[in-house]
């Protein structure tokens, strides 16, 4: 089944000298990674304390003739290529920006880099991806962006999708790690050279299709393979068993007690010990090299600390996790505080990063003299912080471990209204400031962040409710919100004719369909919106559901009220209201 596996380099499997294509086959799936697989891919890379492994991929020898050289299509692995691809052809095109800063060997570098990504003798990309979704076209028109010798093809909506995203989202993450790190620009992209080529692949060769796929379901069906948290819970109990500290069933409750806390989720529990020890670092038995707990170094840190004091750190984690539970929202209380439904919006606002050092507070709350009612302004003003941040990108999501352990450096010596002072001035020297958050908030903000987009809206909408109109807007069903992001003037192609007349013609509606459909102006929320697609605006706004209910713009919430007496919808209205909204949103998440 099996012709060879072997782990190698990427400059290897990627080799400047070698004749190896790797192509994705038709039947596989479109590229569909998203920001968040971009952005750990990206700290993965950079925080790695060697050569970060990337995982497997499952290929088949498809060479039908040799002087065209070694083609494997690739069954198993092709987000990953492609989006490794990505990376490297971003940091291509900020070297070729700076070519004549580089000396004679970085120059020689940047020629391999691209010969890496496009093969000399004949200019063809070293992965080629299939065609669906215009994936091959918007790969090539990439590649030609980053200044690499291949012929694209731009296609409607092509900055929009995902493959010139992803480019996008590397190119100034490049850019940002300079900035936040005081490096040059090059400095930044050879960093992230150095780490991409140097992190490794297994790669799985087979001798056939069926092969293939009989692999690829076995490594998939099988099981996954022990987490960090398992290898940490293992580690636990076999010491408390073989020190004789607790028997295996005393140890294995321990353990128990703390998930039961975080939840099943076991991104929660790996981000929950990560963050204990960073908040708590200074109180915790020394661990060389490691200055901040991160996903490659976490069992290590753990395995020293348990090897040091078990009891004391497994009493103090189970602790610990039930502050972290509490913030986290873990459960869903009937009753909640005014501060519960803090660390709801924060959680909403998806500041999870910041629950390191809300966990340290609460922890030391008494010591610190903070009352509930302080650390509610705390979570709220992190609540901003992150609306801001999740929106601009900065700072850097591998920054903000940081951030916080210098932030809990910088309070613990302070007193009550001290420390929320000290918090909001640690926050205002990394935010993003009101103009640059204007100016997100002015453009495509769908395109931009999704979330964020939704959790703004629904937070204007519930700021003007009364006991007597609130409404859940975070309700689900079947695992999907009843009510979400509504474009008023449709988002998806072929716009009916009644948008075209009002906008002024087919080739007008087109243009101020792709100039504005994203845009905050143009989003509302709405229960229930496939119901209202492609319809006409007075068919939106006037929309009923089988009980005689308005689910359109008439639903009763404030943000649809100037909707819901509008007989018509252009680029001049959306134009209006998305400078409204940029300034309610603006003052509704202030930076103080």
Same mark, same amino acid.
């Given at each position: 089944?099996?012709?060879?596996?072997?782990?190698?380099?990427?400059?290897?499997?990627?080799?400047?000298?070698?004749?190896?294509?790797?192509?994705?086959?038709?039947?596989?799936?479109?590229?569909?990674?998203?920001?968040?697989?971009?952005?750990?891919?990206?700290?993965?890379?950079?925080?790695?304390?060697?050569?970060?492994?990337?995982?497997?991929?499952?290929?088949?020898?498809?060479?039908?003739?040799?002087?065209?050289?070694?083609?494997?299509?690739?069954?198993?692995?092709?987000?990953?290529?492609?989006?490794?691809?990505?990376?490297?052809?971003?940091?291509?095109?900020?070297?070729?920006?700076?070519?004549?800063?580089?000396?004679?060997?970085?120059?020689?570098?940047?020629?391999?880099?691209?010969?890496?990504?496009?093969?000399?003798?004949?200019?063809?990309?070293?992965?080629?991806?299939?065609?669906?979704?215009?994936?091959?076209? @918007?790969? *090539?028109?990439? !590649?030609? /962006?980053?200044?690499?010798?291949? $012929?694209?093809?731009?296609?409607? %909506? &092509?900055?929009?999708?995902?493959?010139?995203?992803?480019?996008?989202?590397?190119?100034?993450?490049?850019?940002?790690?300079?900035?936040?790190?005081?490096?040059?620009?090059?400095?930044?992209?050879?960093?992230?050279?150095?780490?991409?080529?140097?992190?490794?692949?297994?790669?799985?060769?087979?001798?056939?299709?069926?092969?293939?796929?009989?692999?690829?379901?076995?490594?998939?069906?099988?099981?996954?393979?022990?987490?960090?948290?398992?290898?940490?819970?293992?580690?636990?109990?076999?010491?408390?068993?073989?020190?004789?500290?607790?028997?295996?069933?005393?140890?294995?409750?321990?353990?128990? @007690?703390? *998930?039961?806390? !975080?939840? /099943?989720?076991?991104?929660?529990? $790996?981000?929950?010990?990560?963050? %204990? &020890?960073?908040?708590?670092?200074?109180?915790?038995?020394?661990?060389?090299?490691?200055?901040?707990?991160?996903?490659?170094?976490?069992?290590?840190?753990?395995?020293?600390?348990?090897?040091?004091?078990?009891?004391?750190?497994?009493?103090?984690?189970?602790?610990?996790?039930?502050?972290?539970?509490?913030?986290?929202?873990?459960?869903?209380?009937?009753?909640?505080?005014?501060?519960?439904?803090?660390?709801?919006?924060?959680?909403?606002?998806?500041?999870?990063?910041?629950?390191?050092?809300?966990?340290?507070?609460?922890?030391?709350?008494?010591?610190?003299?903070?009352?509930?009612?302080?650390?509610?302004?705390?979570?709220?003003?992190?609540?901003?912080?992150?609306?801001?941040?999740?929106?601009?990108?900065?700072?850097?999501?591998?920054?903000?471990?940081?951030?916080?352990?210098?932030?809990?450096?910088?309070?613990?010596?302070?007193?009550?209204?001290?420390?929320?002072?000290?918090?909001?001035?640690?926050?205002?020297?990394?935010?993003?400031?009101?103009?640059?958050?204007?100016?997100?908030?002015?453009?495509?903000?769908?395109?931009?962040?999704?979330?964020?987009?939704?959790?703004?809206?629904?937070?204007?909408?519930?700021?003007?409710?009364?006991?007597?109109?609130?409404?859940?807007?975070?309700?689900?069903?079947?695992?999907?919100?009843?009510?979400?992001?509504?474009?008023?003037?449709?988002?998806?192609?072929?716009?009916?004719?009644?948008?075209?007349?009002?906008?002024?013609?087919?080739?007008?509606?087109?243009?101020?369909?792709?100039?504005?459909?994203?845009?905050?102006?143009?989003?509302?929320?709405?229960?229930?919106?496939?119901?209202?697609?492609?319809?006409?605006?007075?068919?939106?706004?006037?929309?009923?559901?089988?009980?005689?209910?308005?689910?359109?713009?008439?639903?009763?919430?404030?943000?649809?009220?100037?909707?819901?007496?509008?007989?018509?919808?252009?680029?001049?209205?959306?134009?209006?209201?998305?400078?409204?909204?940029?300034?309610?949103?603006?003052?509704?998440?202030?930076?103080?």
């Amino acid at each position: 089944m099996i012709k060879s596996a072997n782990q190698y380099p990427v400059h290897t499997l990627f080799s400047h000298e070698g004749n190896v294509l790797y192509r994705i086959p038709p039947y596989q799936r479109e590229y569909s990674w998203y920001k968040a697989q971009w952005e750990n891919l990206f700290e993965d890379l950079i925080e790695a304390d060697g050569a970060h492994f990337l995982g497997t991929i499952i290929t088949l020898d498809q060479t039908t003739d040799t002087l065209e050289g070694n083609i494997l299509h690739v069954v198993d692995g092709q987000q990953r290529l492609t989006t490794l691809t990505l990376l490297l052809a971003a940091v291509y095109s900020v070297l070729k920006e700076h070519i004549d800063e580089l000396d004679d060997d970085t120059r020689t570098d940047v020629t391999n880099l691209g010969r890496q990504l496009v093969r000399k003798a004949d200019q063809q990309p070293r992965v080629t991806p299939q065609k669906q979704g215009h994936n091959l076209f @918007d790969y *090539l028109k990439t !590649l030609e /962006d980053a200044g690499l010798p291949v $012929e694209g093809e731009w296609k409607p %909506y &092509y900055p929009s999708r995902r493959i010139a995203k992803c480019y996008r989202y590397f190119r100034s993450a490049i850019l940002k790690l300079a900035e936040t790190e005081g490096l040059t620009e090059t400095k930044a992209a050879l960093r992230v050279h150095e780490a991409a080529l140097r992190a490794v692949i297994v790669k799985i060769e087979v001798a056939s299709h069926a092969d293939a796929f009989v692999l690829f379901e076995s490594l998939n069906n099988r099981g996954m393979p022990l987490s960090p948290v398992d290898l940490i819970k293992n580690h636990l109990l076999a010491e408390s068993e073989k020190r004789q500290i607790m028997n295996v069933d005393q140890a294995f409750k321990h353990w128990n @007690d703390m *998930l039961t806390s !975080l939840g /099943d989720s076991y991104s929660t529990q $790996e981000r929950f010990l990560r963050h %204990y &020890y960073n908040a708590f670092k200074t109180e915790l038995p020394d661990v060389p090299n490691a200055s901040v707990a991160t996903k490659s170094n976490l069992i290590r840190i753990y395995e020293k600390l348990l090897e040091q004091d078990l009891k004391k750190v497994v009493d103090a984690l189970v602790e610990a996790s039930k502050i972290y539970g509490r913030i986290n929202c873990v459960v869903e209380l009937d009753q909640p505080t005014s501060l519960d439904r803090a660390f709801q919006r924060l959680m909403r606002a998806q500041g999870a990063p910041s629950y390191v050092l809300l966990m340290w507070l609460m922890t030391k709350q008494e010591e610190l003299e903070l009352c509930d009612t302080q650390i509610e302004a705390v979570a709220d003003r992190l609540t901003s912080f992150f609306v801001r941040r999740n929106l601009t990108g900065y700072p850097p999501t591998y920054a903000l471990a940081k951030l916080f352990m210098t932030t809990i450096d910088a309070v613990s010596d302070a007193r009550g209204d001290d420390v929320l002072k000290l918090v909001g001035e640690k926050l205002n020297a990394v935010s993003a400031s009101d103009e640059e958050f204007r100016a997100r908030l002015l453009g495509r903000i769908y395109e931009e962040n999704t979330d964020v987009a939704r959790f703004v809206l629904t937070t204007l909408a519930e700021d003007a409710m009364t006991k007597e109109t609130k409404v859940d807007l975070w309700r689900q069903e079947k695992n999907h919100f009843v009510w979400t992001i509504e474009h008023i003037l449709p988002q998806g192609e072929n716009l009916p004719a009644a948008w075209q007349e009002m906008l002024g013609g087919k080739e007008v509606a087109a243009q101020v369909q792709e100039e504005h459909r994203h845009r905050l102006g143009n989003l509302t929320v709405t229960a229930y919106n496939s119901n209202l697609g492609n319809k006409s605006f007075i068919e939106k706004r006037d929309r009923r559901d089988s009980k005689g209910r308005y689910i359109g713009y008439k639903n009763g919430l404030s943000l649809n009220a100037e909707l819901a007496a509008r007989e018509s919808w252009t680029a001049d209205n959306i134009e209006a209201r998305t400078k409204v909204l940029a300034e309610r949103v603006i003052e509704r998440f202030p930076l103080a």
